[in-house]
């Protein structure tokens, strides 16, 4: 397209700038390179600290932020729980990551040609703005409870304040997908009619 006759040249500059987009998303594809890097060394010494190892288990219970007069001497359930979740957590804002890439780069840089791929996301095939900023939404709102309930789980290592801050700021998350999805949806009826 840049290279079509019709357009004038700001035009087509101001086309082509969309392409500034594209280091951005270069940058969070290394950054999912990092969160991968990091489920795995949690995974390893989770594992590690299943079968005994004292090391690996101080090194879980400083990464979870478990605060307790002594490191246990074997992996507990709550500490396999805040470790999971946390793996759970680092996998949630890894899809939170291919939606912004995947999704932005189709959106708003160049298509993809994915149409008949057999690995397209389903999701990809009707995306756009609108669609995108709904489904960032729900994944925020997804990753938001999983830090809510890590808190909850280890309550005892929080002090009020921060209990009260992360229970309203995980509401205001979810006041502010309802709000997106409901605009969304008045402004798809009214496109409708």
């Known amino acids: 397209m840049p290279n079509d ?6 035009p087509r500059l101001i086309f082509a700038s969309r392409w500034l987009q594209l280091p951005l998303y270069l940058g969070l594809i290394l950054g999912q390179a990092i969160y991968v890097f990091q489920f795995w060394t949690e995974l390893l010494h989770l594992i590690e600290a299943a079968f005994g190892d004292a090391h690996a288990l101080e090194l879980l219970v400083k990464s ?34 291919i939606m912004v890439i995947v ?7 160049s298509r993809m040609d994915l149409e008949g791929h057999r690995d397209q996301p389903e999701w990809l095939s009707h995306v756009n703005a609108s669609v995108l900023k709904v489904k960032l939404g729900t994944a925020i ?14 309550a005892a ?4 304040k921060t209990l009260m801050w992360q229970t309203i ?3 205001a998350f979810l006041l502010s997908a309802m709000a997106i999805a409901y605009t969304d949806k008045l402004l798809a009826d009214a496109h409708d009619h």
């Open 5 to 10: 006759p019709r357009l004038r040249p700001l």
């Open 64 to 97: 979870i932020g478990y605060r307790a007069e002594a490191v246990p001497d074997k992996l507990n359930e709550t500490i396999l729980m805040l470790v999971v979740l946390g793996l759970i957590d680092v996998v949630m804002i890894s899809n939170l990551l």
């Open 103 to 109: 999704g932005g780069y189709e959106t708003f840089v």
């Open 141 to 154: 709102i997804g990753i938001s409870s999983i830090h809510l309930l890590k808190t909850f789980i280890n």
């Open 157 to 160: 290592n929080y002090d009020e």
């Open 169 to 171: 700021i995980h509401i």
